[in-house]
């Protein structure tokens, strides 16, 4: 498999591929990526990656701030750190209102964007040694929060051993990945691509925290990037446990992700998609319809690489990202047009490789569609919506 956000401005280009396998342990329940991308190769200045492209992600974020404002509105001068701050999405509302904050982000062209937006940035990846420096140059912190990053971190025990070094005995650990039930539900594989290290669950997050002296207090689920989980840890004295976390473990244990038959039925079901999926789109296209797709999503590398499915069915992939335009998609190199290239040469049939933004998306084309215009959906399982 190719590396998802390295998109490519020749296709002679050589791409860097891996092996995309997914490990789970039997004694901590985590499931991971067997073998990493080095992290480099990943997040660096050319990174395709921003967070504010979409407006729910602006709009989640916003009240994402909102509760950390919140939760610190009786601390006199707070200091909160984001873990991955990307282009300032969050961090912005709280450089807007005076709150002392630092943003840990490794892609540098990602971290000008936030700078660009009055957002204090650091341009590293965080671990424990970044953990130590922060609390020597600046103070402990009384939230840590990471959005979509924390999955990301090879070094996983190096970063939540940092992270219980910089919390300040009473602050708050906050952080929201990608939730694994859901992707089991969904059969949403294409959440797996190099980026996602990790793939959590309330079992595996509780188990890793407390191997590091915090302790999950709270589990919040979220709709975005096609069901997420937001968790909430402390310092173990810490007494204030929501029955939320009793409640999702139950469900976790009962959907058996204690044990390997969790996943037997996973393999099965992607290939029921894929295969569901090329035989809609080669139907359509034999039939004379034609096809392009919309949203040049990371999590797109993995379907369409793994389907098969390639610029033969594709015309092209419409992404409103500066960065990712006029190159092509990695490993499959479907080529990426601009918004506006969508306007002028609707499709028959759009593929929303961006179904996680399915409401805005298709509030944002209801012209596309009363003109004839069609969306097919992949998960959680192939549809088509007119
Ligand atoms: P995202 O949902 O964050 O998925 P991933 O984490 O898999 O990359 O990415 C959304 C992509 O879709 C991004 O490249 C921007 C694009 N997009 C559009 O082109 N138009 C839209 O209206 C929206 C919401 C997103």
């Known amino acids: 498999m190719p590396i998802a956000n390295n998109f490519i401005s020749d296709i002679n280009d050589e791409e860097y591929t891996f092996d995309l396998e997914l490990g789970w342990c039997p004694e901590c329940y985590l499931v991971q990526l067997m073998s990493s991308v080095p992290t480099q190769l990943m997040f660096n200045s050319d990174y395709a990656y921003f967070s504010s492209t979409s407006e729910s992600m602006k709009h989640h974020f916003q009240g994402m701030a909102e509760e950390i404002i919140h939760l610190t ?6 200091f909160i750190v984001e873990v991955g701050c990307n282009d300032g999405i969050l961090l912005k509302h709280l450089a807007e ?17 936030a700078r660009g937006k009055g957002v204090n940035v650091v ?3 965080f671990n424990l040694e970044c953990a130590e420096k922060i609390s020597d140059e600046y103070r402990s912190a009384d939230v840590i929060y990471g959005a979509n990053t924390i999955c990301h971190v ?3 025990e190096s970063l939540i051993k940092g992270i219980a070094l910089l919390l300040k005995d009473d602050g708050y650990f906050i952080f929201e990945d990608p939730y694994l039930p859901e992707i089991l539900q969904k059969t949403s594989f294409d959440q797996i691509y190099d980026e996602h290290i990790f793939y959590f669950s309330g079992l595996s ?11 999950l ?4 689920p979220l709709e975005v990037h096609g069901g997420s989980m937001r968790y909430y840890a402390r310092k173990t004295n810490a007494a204030d446990i929501n029955s939320n976390i009793k409640k999702l473990m139950e469900q976790e244990t009962k959907n058996r992700l204690d044990s390997l038959a969790g996943y037997s039925q996973f393999k099965n079901n992607i290939t029921e998609i894929c295969t569901n999926l090329r035989t809609t789109l080669q139907n359509l296209k034999k039939a004379g319809s034609t096809i392009a797709a ?7 590398t993995t379907l369409l690489n793994y389907s098969g499915i390639g610029p033969d069915i594709i015309n092209y992939i419409s992404d409103t990202t500066p960065t990712k335009i006029d190159k092509y998609s990695p490993g499959i190199h479907i080529p990426i047009k601009p918004y506006s290239h969508f306007i002028s040469n609707p499709p028959d049939y759009a593929l929303l490789l961006a179904w996680n933004h399915k409401k805005e998306i298709i509030e944002k084309e209801k012209q596309y569609l009363a003109k004839g215009g069609k969306f097919i959906i992949p998960f959680p399982e192939v549809r088509i919506i007119q």
Do not use: C, W
């Open 97 to 113: 209102k005076g709150i002392d904050h630092l943003g840990i982000e490794a892609s540098a062209n990602v971290a000008e964007h």
């Open 294 to 300: 919309y949203g040049a999503t990371s999590k797109s």
């Open 217 to 220: 207090v709270n589990m919040k």
């Open 205 to 215: 997050v509780s188990n890793l925290l407390r191997k590091n002296g915090l302790q």
């Open 123 to 125: 341009n590293t990846f």
């Open 154 to 156: 090879d070094e996983i």
């Open 73 to 78: 509105s009786k601390i006199n001068e707070p």
